[in-house]
């Protein structure tokens, strides 16, 4: 809306988060239908994070960017984290899980409270992802996507439906508080709302629909923008030091998802008196090409093969 038809930059955030309220209701509620898997765990403590993260972007740091530095940020930090996630798979033979796993494993103490580290880090990810949609309107599907799919080797199939379900409910908190705590939405937002809104609840369902029946591999994509040539000598050594900074974060977090995977897999075999689950333990099948899971226990923690 930006880029193409010159719309003011908070009437395209606010029909942003009209648009998704709607549409990415709609298709939370096609997933839902299809009992197509989701991490609710995982949404749970994201959404955590992202309601303070939204209040705090919209409040304190959306304000405080010019249009051309918030949309040439957000499209560096994903472009470097869509690299990240071509190298990781690249690697064809490595399993991935249904879910986070071993999720109870490892508490941190904090104000008295035990809190389990993997619950802190999807804050901590919502959190930064719920400022990014305070920016742009989107980001915590993207931040929750990077998480589960790069730390805790979640399987795309899993993490796309987690973080459009994730991203539909902070559509509704980013919109309610833009309508109830700051004056009311644009009016021309509206505008846009009524023209858009016929096309994405169709449109929205339709592509969870599909997304349910692809293999993982096509799950994959990538972020494409343009700058404005607001104080370019500025705005561009600023941004090629995002995208190598962001870069390397992700790289980081692929590094340490192979070594926590590698942690996992050795309590697999084991067998399941190694893992203290609520609801059991899996256990791959050694033999890449086949693609078969041997389960010990419930199917929530099983571990996939790329070619499933």
């Given at each position: 809306?930006?880029?193409?038809?010159?719309?003011?930059?908070?009437?395209?955030?606010?029909?942003?988060?009209?648009?998704?309220?709607?549409?990415?209701?709609?298709?939370?509620?096609?997933?839902?239908?299809?009992?197509?898997?989701?991490?609710?765990?995982?949404?749970?403590?994201?959404?955590?994070?992202?309601v303070p993260g939204i209040v705090f972007g919209l409040e304190g740091v959306a304000?405080?960017?010019?249009?051309?530095?918030?949309?040439?940020?957000?499209?560096?930090?994903?472009?470097?984290?869509?690299?990240?996630?071509?190298?990781?798979?690249?690697?064809?033979?490595?399993?991935?899980?249904?879910?986070?796993?071993?999720?109870?494993?490892?508490?941190?103490?904090?104000?008295?409270?035990?809190?389990?580290?993997?619950?802190?880090?999807?804050?901590?990810?919502?959190?930064?992802?719920?400022?990014?949609?305070?920016?742009?309107?989107?980001?915590?599907?993207?931040?929750?996507?990077?998480?589960?799919?790069?730390?805790?080797?979640v399987s795309e199939k899993v993490a796309t439906p987690t973080s459009v379900i994730?991203?539909?409910?902070?559509?509704?908190?980013?919109?309610?508080?833009?309508?109830?705590?700051?004056?009311?939405?644009?009016?021309?937002?509206?505008?846009?709302?009524?023209?858009?809104?016929?096309?994405?609840?169709?449109?929205?369902?339709?592509?969870?629909?599909?997304?349910?029946?692809?293999?993982?591999?096509?799950?994959?994509?990538?972020?494409?923008?343009?700058?404005?040539?607001?104080?370019?000598?500025?705005?561009?050594?600023?941004?090629?030091?995002?995208?190598?900074?962001?870069?390397?974060?992700?790289?980081?977090?692929?590094?340490?998802?192979?070594?926590?995977?590698?942690?996992?897999?050795?309590?697999?075999?084991?067998?399941?008196?190694?893992?203290?689950?609520?609801?059991?333990?899996?256990?791959?099948?050694?033999?890449?090409?086949?693609?078969?899971?041997?389960?010990?226990?419930?199917?929530?923690?099983?571990?996939?093969?790329?070619?499933?």
């Amino acid at each position: 809306m930006t880029l193409v038809f010159s719309v003011l930059p908070v009437v395209a955030l606010d029909t942003s988060y009209m648009v998704q309220s709607v549409a990415m209701s709609a298709a939370s509620f096609t997933i839902l239908f299809m009992r197509v898997k989701v991490d609710f765990r995982s949404l749970l403590w994201c959404t955590v994070g992202g309601v303070p993260g939204i209040v705090f972007g919209l409040e304190g740091v959306a304000p405080r960017l010019t249009p051309s530095y918030t949309k040439m940020y957000f499209v560096v930090i994903w472009f470097a984290f869509a690299f990240s996630l071509y190298l990781l798979n690249r690697n064809h033979g490595r399993p991935v899980f249904g879910k986070v796993y071993d999720f109870d494993r490892g508490a941190i103490g904090i104000l008295g409270l035990r809190i389990k580290w993997k619950a802190l880090v999807l804050m901590g990810f919502g959190f930064v992802g719920g400022i990014f949609t305070a920016m742009t309107g989107s980001g915590i599907d993207i931040c929750a996507f990077s998480a589960l799919t790069l730390l805790f080797r979640v399987s795309e199939k899993v993490a796309t439906p987690t973080s459009v379900i994730l991203m539909a409910a902070n559509s509704c908190v980013g919109f309610t508080y833009r309508q109830l705590a700051m004056g009311g939405v644009e009016e021309d937002a509206w505008s846009f709302f009524a023209v858009s809104v016929p096309l994405a609840v169709i449109f929205a369902p339709m592509g969870s629909l599909l997304g349910s029946h692809l293999h993982r591999p096509w799950l994959q994509g990538d972020d494409d923008g343009k700058m404005d040539n607001e104080d370019p000598a500025h705005l561009v050594p600023t941004s090629g030091a995002i995208l190598v900074g962001g870069a390397a974060f992700f790289k980081l977090m692929e590094v340490a998802g192979m070594r926590l995977q590698d942690v996992q897999e050795r309590r697999l075999k084991q067998g399941p008196g190694a893992l203290q689950l609520a609801s059991g333990a899996v256990r791959a099948d050694a033999s890449a090409s086949s693609g078969s899971v041997t389960s010990t226990g419930t199917d929530d923690a099983e571990v996939q093969c790329l070619h499933c």
